[in-house]
């Protein structure tokens, strides 16, 4: 999702007014800011570029808000160029707020799995960097053990010719991005990356996994 401005204005030119009418297609929801009054779970996941992370988990029956932001590193508040640097450590990552009552975590981990391909260390797609590496993060013992069998379940059933390589470690802290990547798609439907990338992607993840989306 790294674009130099000089080559958007010329894509941007192809794009026809049906096009810029595919988020509204795609029905993306966006996040909802008020916070559940009841006991509200927090689940962190790094699955490539997060614009997509967002609206793939904001697309789940209970999930109230998918935060993008930066997680996996070393670096104490780490910004979107040094992340994309690769230097931090950081991967690209969503806090996702959700109600337990409505959507569990182990969905969650099934809804992760099934919206990128985790078997390409990092990279997803034509995204290449340590910043787009797949990271399941937990919080306790039992979150880790839903997120190995989700792993195991997909490797019996030979769901990838190649071996899953998401890290699975333990959450530390979460840094949220700059204000403008927050529903990013959602406010920059004419960009590119957006209609060529992160639509398509959705729109796959829609048709592949079978839980419970918001109408």
């Known amino acids: 999702m790294k674009f130099p401005l000089t080559c958007l204005t ?7 007014c049906n096009q810029f009418q595919n988020n509204a297609a ?9 916070p559940l009054s009841g006991n509200e779970a927090v689940a962190t996941f790094a699955e490539g570029c997060f614009w997509h992370s967002e609206i793939v988990f904001q697309s789940l029956e209970g999930v109230r ?8 590193g070393t670096t104490a508040n780490p ?7 690769g230097n931090t450590g950081h991967a690209e990552t969503v806090q996702v707020y959700y109600d337990p009552s409505k959507v569990t975590y182990a969905e969650l981990v099934q809804a992760f799995f099934a919206s990128q391909d985790p078997t390409t260390p ?49 959450f530390t802290r979460f840094y949220p991005a700059e204000d403008y990547h927050q529903e990013y798609i959602s406010r920059n439907p004419g960009n590119p990356y957006v209609q060529n ?6 729109a796959a993840f ?10």
């Open 26 to 34: 795609a029905n993306i929801h966006l996040a909802n800011s008020t």
């Open 206 to 215: 829609k048709r592949e996994f079978k839980g419970n989306f918001k109408k």
């Open 79 to 85: 910004d979107y160029e040094s992340v994309a640097e």
């Open 122 to 170: 990092n990279r997803q797609g034509n995204d290449a960097g340590p910043e787009y590496r797949s990271i399941a993060f937990y919080r306790n013992a039992d979150e880790k053990a839903i997120i190995d069998a989700e792993i195991k379940r997909l490797t019996d059933e030979k769901k990838y010719s190649d071996p899953i390589v998401t890290e699975v470690v333990p």
């Open 197 to 202: 990338v992160s639509i398509p992607d959705f």
């Open 65 to 72: 808000d998918a935060v993008s932001g930066y997680a996996g």
């Open 10 to 16: 010329p894509l941007l030119l192809l794009f026809s």
